[in-house]
């Protein structure tokens, strides 16, 4: 862990279309490139995450669920969706400490990457149904929309939220070919929360469609340690 740069968690709130949060994504930032107005560059994240290691990665998620565990401690009582990929998946799996520890969590999430589904197979769903008997965790998808996730994957009915990539909904929100998919994703999870929101009209936009949620910049997130304090 000494090589890994210093780094902040926020939770990032969404809303649904009364205007209540519902859930709150935690985020991982460089501590020299994030405040609490979100104005940081999200490449230099991708980037960042792309090359920590997978035992890195892990310890990360570890800090994480600690940080998660104090909060609950102190009465915290919405939905938390924490991000994790093929290694932290993997770990998990190896990891019985962990898995009670997550069985503690009732209101925590795992937040699949759409990468993780990217080529989704057999050997995916059997990776994803696994996790869901070592974890009482439900399982929400991140980014659907730009080709690295497709349809077939639902079936299982492994997914309970499934969250819209921000810029398919910048592309395609204001047309029928988002009303169809919306449509069917209902069909196939229990909701869908929209990424990538940033202005009222967006907001609008989004008052008469079938979702869960919505969530994005327009919206200040928190520090966690903020709530921890």
């Known amino acids: 862990m000494s090589n890994q740069p210093k780094t902040v968690f926020l939770l990032e709130p969404v809303y649904d279309l009364s205007g209540q949060v519902i859930a709150r994504e935690l985020l991982t930032r460089l501590a020299d490139d994030a405040n609490i107005n979100n104005k940081r560059n999200p490449e230099r994240d991708v980037g960042f995450f792309s090359q920590l290691s997978a035992d890195v990665k892990w310890q990360l998620f570890l800090h994480q669920i600690e940080k998660l565990i104090q909060l609950y401690q102190k009465g915290f009582d919405q939905i938390v969706s924490v991000n994790v990929d093929r290694d932290i998946v ?128 327009l919206w200040q997130s928190v520090y966690l340690d903020d709530l921890l304090a």
Request: negative net charge; hydrophobic residues 45%.
């Open 90 to 217: 993997a770990s998990i799996f190896k990891d019985a400490e962990i898995q009670e520890k997550l069985a503690q969590l009732t209101l925590l999430r795992l937040e699949i990457s759409a990468f993780f589904t990217a080529r989704f197979n057999s050997a995916d769903l059997l990776i994803l149904k696994g996790v869901a008997k070592v974890t009482p965790a439900p399982l929400w998808l991140d980014d659907f929309g730009p080709g690295y996730s497709n349809l077939s994957m639902f079936d299982s009915g492994i997914f309970e939220i499934v969250k819209i990539d921000k810029e398919f909904f910048w592309q395609f929100g204001d047309g029928r070919t988002f009303d169809i998919l919306l449509d069917h994703l209902n069909e196939l999870c229990n909701g869908v929360i929209v990424e990538g929101v940033e202005n009222q009209q967006q907001v609008d936009l989004l008052s008469h469609k079938a979702i869960y949620g919505m969530q994005g910049y």
